[in-house]
């Protein structure tokens, strides 16, 4: 069973048009993440939720809204996509706690044309 | 702010060569030290973590140990083998805002 799943795992769509992306985790976590990784793989976390609670949000546009509906999801919708959004975005969970590991999904890669 | 710094890749090495990654961390007060490797398509795996000072993580024969006088956490393995080939991440976990802060990664080849 796969801990943290991520849908879809590819994603091709053009400029201008509204996409989501899906996460669940399976592990009881309460926080959950969502990471950007650009095309020279460098990370940065977008946002974090805890108990569906949104407790951190980096400088991202507010084209990206994320929405846990519960604990165990926490999905990412993108308006208006740009070509600059093109990247592999993760999503990870953790329990809550300062040295808690986080666990990563498999990625969705998103290309905008 | 937190922030990691890592040695630009690629690091090429043949198969049973010695590896290190060197890792140093800019940060306020003692956060959790974190080695993540990425595999080819995939997602990242946590390889071995530090909580505190001169601890040592360990885990499939990689190794890093906590140093606070040198804000490293460099990565080492005795004998790497080309299944080692992936991307290495070191990390930080900010202790103020519940964060993992990432360094830029270094991309590994093995060649047999």
């Known amino acids: 069973d796969t801990a943290v799943s991520q849908t879809p795992k590819y994603l091709v769509t053009q400029m201008g048009n509204d996409k989501s992306i899906k996460c669940e985790q399976n592990?009881?976590?309460?926080?959950m993440y969502w990471y950007k990784q650009d095309s020279k793989k460098f990370l940065k976390i977008m946002f974090s939720?805890?108990?569906?609670?949104?407790?951190i949000n980096e400088t991202v546009p507010n084209r990206f809204s994320p929405k846990s509906p519960d604990k165990a999801h926490l999905n990412l919708h993108i308006n208006s996509l740009e070509l600059g959004d093109s990247a592999v975005y993760f999503c990870?969970?953790?329990?809550?706690?300062?040295?808690?590991?986080?666990?990563f999904g498999p990625g969705t890669r998103l290309l905008v044309l | 702010g937190n922030s990691v710094t890592q040695m630009e890749g690629p690091v090429t090495l043949s198969e049973e060569a010695f590896l290190t990654i060197n890792c140093t961390y800019t940060?306020?007060?003692?956060?959790?030290l974190f080695w993540y490797v990425q595999y080819p398509g995939e997602g990242l795996q946590l390889l071995l973590k530090?909580?505190?000072?001169?601890d040592k993580g360990s885990n499939k024969g990689f190794e890093a140990t906590y140093r606070k006088e040198t804000t490293s956490f460099h990565l080492e393995k005795g004998s790497v083998q080309v299944s080692d080939s992936a991307v290495y991440f070191c990390?930080?976990?900010?202790?103020?805002?519940?964060?993992?802060?990432f360094g830029t990664g270094t991309r590994l080849l093995v060649s047999p």
């Open positions: 990870a969970s953790s329990l809550q706690g300062l040295q808690e590991t986080q666990y």
């Open positions: 592990l009881g976590h309460d926080t």
């Open positions: 939720y805890n108990n569906k609670e949104l407790i």
């Open positions: 940060a306020t007060g003692y956060p959790s």
């Open positions: 530090a909580t505190k000072a001169d």
């Open positions: 990390a930080l976990m900010d202790t103020g805002f519940q964060k993992l802060v």
